[in-house]
Every structure is written in C-alpha cells, then in structure tokens.
C-alpha cells in the first residue's frame, strides 16, 4: 500500500507532514481495518451510505486526514471546528450554513476535533442536525467514547477504532520522508529504531522528529546515545485523569493475577515513566495482596504494606524500589480470591438476613436485667472445652449454618482447609 503521498496541492515549505499526507483513503498508514479493499469505511463509501462517525484513536493516527478524504469520496463540503476553541456560537453558525448548502443541494461533512472537550448541552446540539440529515458529523476523540460522548449522540453515530501505527507502518513513513526529503536520514539502524520506538505509534510526531533530523547534516551517523541527546524523548502516552491511565492499572493488577511478574514490572514501569503517583500505585498493591492472593500466602498484605511504608519514608526515585520488589513478591504468589468471595457472600447473606439476633449464649449480659432474660445463658468457654473448641453455633438460630470461606489447596491456605476439615468434623460429632 503507498503511504502518505504528497498532495499536489502541498506548498514545497509546508511541513514535511502536511507535504506527505495522503491524497487518496487507500493510502492512509496502518489503518486497513477502515480503508483498506474490505474496511469499514470502503465497503460504507461503495454502498453510498455515509454515516455520522466518531473516529477513536490516539494522536498522529490519520483521524483529521480521514474526515477530510470523506468528504472529498463523497462529494461533502468539509468544515472543520475544534472543540478546544469553538463555542455554541460556532456551531450555531455551522449548522446555519450547512442548512442553505442543503437547500442548494450541496452536502456538508462537519469534522469536529477534540470532539469529548465539548460538553453535554454542546453535545445535545448536534443531535437535531444529525437527525434530519443536515450534517454528517465526524467526531475525532482521543478519550473512550463510553465516557467522553453522550449516550444520545453515540446511539446516533458509529465508532470507529484507529490503530496507533505498528512499526511497518513508522517504518515506511521514514521511507517516504526520506524520499521527499532526498536523503537518507542521519541515524544508525539501532538509532533508527529508537526514532520509531520515541514516536509511539504517533506518525505526526515521526514525521517531525525526521523533519528536524532531516535538516542537520551529521558525520559520523548518529547512534542511539547522540539520538537521545539530540532529540528529547517523547513521554509516554498518559493521562492520569482519563482512560490510560485506568487501562495501565487494569493491565498492572491483571498482570499480578495472571502471575505473571514481567508483565507487571512492564506496566508499574509504563505508568511510573508517565508520571503517575506511586501513591496509588502502592494502594492497589495493598488491594492486590487482599483480592488475589489474601490467605493463599498471609505475607502479601504486609509485604505490600511494608513496600507503600518504604516509598512514604525514602520518597523517589529510592522508594519505588521497594514498590518494584512488591509487585515481584505479588505476582510469583500463590493466587486465592477464596478470602474475597467469603466476603461477598457474607455481606449478601448480611443485606437478605435483616436484623436477625445472635444467639443468647454469643452475647454477654452486662446487666442483671439482660442476665435475667438469658443474655449469654448456655455460653460454653472454648478454652474449658476438649482442643479449645466448643462446636456451639454463633449465626442466628434462623439461619442455616453458612460455608462462605472456602479455601482452596494452595499455598498456607492447604492448612487453613485442614484446620476448617477438623472443625467440621468435631462439630458433626458432637452434634450427634
């Protein structure tokens, strides 16, 4: 597939990602899923039914480039509006004039950036005009849609996923940026792949990183070391109020679940690289310990309470050490969520029983008034009995005795399901 062909049209000094960007929607990078022979948007486009799109994507993926060729395929006039700086007064205006391109006959696309910035009441303004037909509106959105957009506006356009672009797709770009720019670039094949690594799947942000290095004239080539100097490393994508920074942490926890300790490493080390606070990285360990191993290894809880300690007393970069060693010590533990679902079960059977009383003999009987009425009457010392274990029932006399804890045979809790083996049994014989 070609990529990211000059436009004609494109001013010889423009920047080298304006001078590059595609002409036709086959030759946009990475993004086959849409444009390419049976993609989403080809197969809408060849029936004659374009509908109202919101384009979900990360930056520098094609997402304004694609509305724009839309519109060109079929045939719409292109406006573009950005959420950052439009206002209603914007949009009122953009709805007039698509109404009297209409009543001429003529079409609009209205392509809307940074679309989840504007807010519910903006959002609602454009359902009318989706409805009836007098705009077909592409929204570009970097954030989840599910949270960003309106449950209205969603139920009256499609999403689409843009890929961020793997590295077959970085690569050609730099081969087409050489080819416009004349020369090869200034790097060595190791520093080359740091140039893709440093974009991120952002083919904007790639194409400027060339731009710069195509204008510097370097001999010896540059090395992976005289790379990073020369160009400051892009952050990692993050944001740590909106949707990456929950699917980091949903891949941190799934990681020490799954046990698999690399992977773990790999996200606590993603998000601490974009800035998250090792505070809430430390919380969910402690969350972690409780939910997923619990009693399978009784060492996790304080092992990761011990690691959040450490952090609060050493501070950063020291601290996060022993946030690390944690998430190691978490993810190669034997894994129960047996004390988790005890805990569930016993608050829905706690919500269902109401205000059931204890057993007269569980509860102690301060007053002679109490005592009077059978307050702690029958009550049987477990230390005076045989293996200081009384067998008497502690849940109301109306409930059916309960089995909420059961642990499986891992780790400490094989111990824990023998000892609760050898109640069971004590119990059942001194019942009968």
């Avoid at 509908?51 to 694609?66: C, E, N, R």
């Avoid at 700086?85 to 007039?96: H, I, N, P, T």
């Avoid at 400051?232 to 929950?246: F, G, N, P, V």
């Avoid at 111990?415 to 609760?420: C, D, I, S």
């Amino acid at each position: 597939m070609s990529l990211f062909e000059p436009p004609r049209s494109a001013p010889v000094d423009a920047p080298l990602a304006e001078r590059l960007r595609p002409r036709t929607l086959a030759e946009v990078a990475g993004q086959d899923h849409l444009v390419g022979p049976s993609g989403t948007l080809t197969r809408m486009l060849a029936r004659g039914s374009l509908a109202s799109l919101i384009l979900w994507g990360p930056p520098g993926v094609g997402k304004t480039t694609i509305a724009r060729l839309l519109a060109e395929a079929a045939r719409l006039e292109f406006v573009q509006l950005s959420a950052v700086f439009s206002g209603v007064a914007d949009l009122k205006r953009a709805f007039e004039d698509a109404t009297r391109r209409r009543a001429a006959g003529q079409g609009t696309l209205l392509f809307v950036d940074e679309i989840h910035r504007f807010n519910r009441a903006q959002q609602d303004g454009f359902l009318p005009v989706v409805e009836n037909g007098t705009v077909t509106l592409i929204g570009a959105t970097t954030e989840n849609p599910s949270f960003a957009l309106n449950g209205a506006l969603l139920s009256r356009a499609q999403v689409l996923v843009l890929k961020r672009l793997d590295e077959a797709a970085l690569e050609h770009l730099l081969t087409r940026a050489e080819a416009e720019l004349g020369h090869a670039l200034p790097v060595t094949a190791e520093a080359r792949e740091m140039l893709r690594a440093m974009a991120d799947g952002d083919g904007r942000y790639l194409l400027n990183l060339a731009e710069q290095l195509g204008a510097m004239g370097h001999d010896p080539l540059l090395d992976p070391q005289a790379l990073a100097e020369t160009l400051s490393r892009r952050a990692a994508l993050y944001d740590k109020d909106r949707e990456e920074h929950y699917n980091l942490i949903s891949a941190l926890h799934k990681s020490v679940r799954g046990s698999d300790a690399d992977a773990a490493l790999y996200w606590f080390a993603r998000m601490l690289e974009g800035g998250e606070d090792p505070r809430f990285i430390a919380r969910r360990l402690v969350r972690m310990a409780s939910e997923d191993i619990g009693l399978a290894d009784p060492q996790a809880l304080p092992q990761a309470i011990a690691a959040w300690e450490s952090y609060e007393r050493l501070g950063s970069p020291e601290g996060e050490l022993a946030l690390a060693q944690a998430v190691i010590y978490l993810a190669t533990a034997p894994k129960s969520n047996a004390a988790y679902a005890a805990y569930k079960a016993a608050r829905k059977a706690a919500k269902a029983t109401g205000s059931l009383m204890p057993p007269m003999e569980s509860v102690n009987a301060p007053t002679k008034l109490m005592k009077n009425l059978g307050y702690g009457a029958g009550y049987q010392y477990d230390h005076d009995s045989p293996n200081a274990f009384s067998a008497q029932n502690h849940v109301p006399p109306e409930l059916p005795r309960q089995n909420f804890y059961q642990p499986p045979e891992r780790g400490f809790e094989r111990e824990l399901a023998k000892r609760l083996a050898y109640w069971a049994r004590l119990r059942d014989e001194r019942a009968s």
